[in-house]
Structures are given as structure tokens and as C-alpha cells.
């Protein structure tokens, strides 16, 4: 691919510099006759899932803003690589790009974490996507994905991912002493904080969490939301379903990209990689907004499911999970210098935010009485 991309631009720059009638006949016509840039991203989703579907609405806004000069061809986790493993593949540049979560290369640097699925302070995966952008989020995540790691590698981030369900069990749980002992899926930081409310956790790619719910190796699972849940069939293995927690409140998709693939394109490509990932980010919001909450009512209406909202008890033993577990992340001066800035940010925008935001939850109690199960 590469090699494609520098034998096009030097034959490119050879017809610039060709003389007299020649040059002036076939310049123009050369240029257009020029094959679409390829590149080869692969995402860490099943074909089937919905996110997938978000990383082909990426391209096709790619395609659409190029002119289709440049394509993306997406493919689905375990095309080229496990689920984890994008990131070393775009870093080796044996993918062009991938979509992703930062989180699945935790187990590289547990700061990863910190760019979605890191303590929850307060703010929203809105406020902290906006911290990317303009609190200094980006620098930290180059910072340490570049200076830190090593890694030849560019990163964006978008979609503001609603808070993740604490997810999926087989009987009620009310309490936190009641989790003790729980075999759970989860990812990142969020197991570090949940093995710190005594559960015993595994780090699993959505597609193995039900066979392992199945063969009693997890008794209990989150994954992310309604619609990816339903669609590897969370609710053929468990019944209650929990609403809202603080274990991943503020993930992001990562559209990452190799640096070298990236650099060598035009600058409008390279505007409309990174430009893109914004208008995506909107039209992936509206889309789970729809599709998300219709697969709840479906699995509430048709599927049996018990949807429930994660009790206070357990929700303040997570926020005291997170107060025991910071001070060790701490000790790292790079996690400690990215969450002081993550707070510096939340305490100024949230205080906005929570300041300025009308009562949802009682207007909503107006027009639909009863709805709620609060």
C-alpha cells in the first residue's frame, strides 16, 4: 500500500515536470485517471455488530468528501487481527487504520484507559470527548502513544459514548456485598476498580463473552450498550439487566491511523481523515440514540429481560473504589498528570453543565407518569 501511494505521487510529479505538447496533453488526463487511494482499516467489532456499521459510516463519508479519491475498506475483528491487536498492526503498518477503543491496549499501558474508560469524575463522555479536544486531551494521548510507547501512530477520537450498562446477571443484586465473589467481563481500568469491590474479573472481546457466560467461566458481563448486547445475545444467557454505573461512564471510539500512511497523503485527505471522524461522531450519536433505545424496548417487551437501574448502594462503593485506586494510579507521574488535568477540566465545564441543566427526570415524570422505575 505504501509503496502504491509513492510510486503514484512520484509519477505524478514526473507528468508536472514533463516537456512541451506531451506534458500538456497528458497532465490533466493522467491525474484523472489516477486509481482511489485504498487504505485497510480494521475495526475490533463482529460484522454484525452495530459498531461496525458506525466504522462504514466513517468511510462513506471519506468516500463522499474525497470525491472518491480515498476509500476505506473496513473489516470486521479477526480479519487480519485479534481484536486487541489493531494497534500493533497499525503501528507495523500491516493496517492502514483502525476503529476502536483505547482501552483494548490497556494491557500496554494501563494510561490507555485514561482516553475512555478511566475514574469518572463527574463528567459526561461528552465533557471528556471535548477534553480531548480542547483541554488538552489530544497531547497527552500523543504524548504517550508517540513519546512514551513508541508507537508510529495518530489517533482521534469521536462518538461520546453513553455510560455503559453495569450489565448483564442471572439473579437481582441490590448491594455491593452481594457482588463479592461475582466472575465478571469487563476491560481496562474498569476491572481494576471492580476487583477492588472484591469480583473476579476477566478482560474478554464482545464476541467470546456469551460461550464464556455459557461455559460458567463469567457469571456476570457488561459490554457497552443496548443494540451490541442484544445482538450476541447477552439476553439468551441472563434476565436482569442493570442500568447506569460508574465503571465506564466516558468511553470514545479511536480512529487510529499510521503515521507514515497518514502523512504521506494530500493535505485535504488528510483533513477529511481527521474532519470526518467529527461529522461521524454526530451521525453515530443520533443513530445509537435510535437504535440503542429501541433495543431496550424490545428486550424489555419482547425478550423478557428485566431492565433495572443499578442501586445506590453499589454505585457509592464504585465511587469508593475509584477514591482507593486513584493513588496507586497516581504513582505513575504520566496517569497523574492526565488526571489532574481531567479534574482541572471537569470541576470548570461540569460545574457549568450540572449548573445550567433543567431537571430531565421530572419533566419527563410530567408527560410519561409512572415510566420511570427510580
Known amino acids: 500500500m505504501t509503496e502504491l501511494k509513492f510510486n503514484r505521487r512520484s509519477f505524478l510529479k514526473k507528468s508536472a515536470f514533463a516537456g512541451g505538447a506531451t506534458a500538456g496533453a497528458l497532465a490533466a488526463p493522467a491525474v484523472l485517471a489516477q486509481a482511489p487511494i485504498v487504505l485497510k482499516m480494521q475495526t475490533s467489532w463482529s460484522a454484525s455488530d452495530i459498531w461496525d456499521e458506525f466504522a462504514k459510516d466513517y468511510a462513506a463519508r471519506v468516500d463522499?468528501?474525497?470525491?472518491?479519491?480515498?476509500?476505506?475498506d473496513v473489516l470486521p475483528a479477526g480479519a487480519v487481527v485479534a481484536a486487541f491487536q489493531v494497534i500493533d498492526a497499525v503501528n507495523d503498518g500491516v493496517l492502514d487504520a483502525a476503529h476502536s477503543v483505547p482501552v483494548y491496549w490497556y494491557g500496554k499501558n494501563k494510561a490507555a484507559s485514561l482516553f475512555g474508560t478511566g475514574p469518572v469524575w463527574g463528567g459526561s463522555a461528552t465533557t471528556m470527548l471535548s477534553w480531548f479536544y480542547e483541554g488538552g486531551g489530544a497531547e497527552l494521548y500523543r504524548e504517550l502513544t508517540q513519546d512514551i510507547m513508541g508507537l508510529n501512530v495518530v489517533g482521534y477520537m469521536g462518538f461520546p459514548m453513553f455510560a455503559q450498562p453495569f450489565g448483564w446477571?442471572?439473579?437481582e443484586v441490590n448491594t455491593a456485598a452481594e457482588l463479592v465473589g461475582f466472575k465478571y467481563r469487563t476491560v481496562g481500568l474498569a476491572a481494576d476498580l471492580l476487583q477492588e469491590m472484591g469480583m473476579s474479573v476477566a478482560q474478554l472481546p464482545g464476541g467470546e463473552i456469551v460461550?464464556?457466560?455459557?461455559r460458567g467461566v463469567i457469571d456476570a458481563f457488561e459490554f457497552n450498550n443496548p443494540t451490541s448486547d442484544s445482538n450476541f445475545g447477552a439476553q439468551d444467557v441472563a434476565k436482569n439487566y442493570y442500568l447506569s454505573s460508574y465503571h465506564q461512564?466516558?468511553?470514545s471510539f479511536e480512529f487510529l491511523f499510521n503515521k507514515d500512511t497518514l502523512e504521506d497523503l494530500d493535505p485535504?485527505?488528510?483533513a477529511i481523515l481527521k474532519y470526518g471522524v467529527e461529522a461521524v461522531s454526530t451521525a453515530n450519536t443520533a443513530k445509537a440514540m435510535r437504535r440503542y433505545?429501541?433495543?431496550l424496548k424490545m428486550l424489555e417487551e419482547e425478550k423478557g429481560v428485566n431492565v433495572r437501574r443499578t442501586s445506590k448502594d453499589i454505585l457509592d462503593a464504585q465511587l469508593k473504589a475509584w477514591d482507593i485506586l486513584i493513588p496507586r494510579l497516581e504513582e505513575?507521574?504520566?496517569?497523574k498528570k492526565t488526571m489532574d488535568s481531567q479534574r482541572a477540566w471537569v470541576e470548570q465545564v461540569s460545574y457549568y453543565e450540572i449548573m445550567n441543566a433543567p431537571?430531565?427526570?421530572l419533566a419527563f415524570e410530567h408527560y410519561f407518569p409512572g415510566k420511570l422505575a427510580l
Open 249 to 251: 461512564a466516558s468511553e
Open 64 to 72: 463522499q468528501m474525497s470525491g472518491g479519491r480515498l476509500q476505506i
Open 268 to 270: 485535504d485527505l488528510q
Open 169 to 171: 446477571f442471572k439473579g
Open 359 to 361: 431537571d430531565l427526570t
Open 211 to 214: 460461550p464464556a457466560m455459557e
Open 332 to 335: 505513575d507521574p504520566f496517569m
Open 293 to 295: 433505545s429501541a433495543s
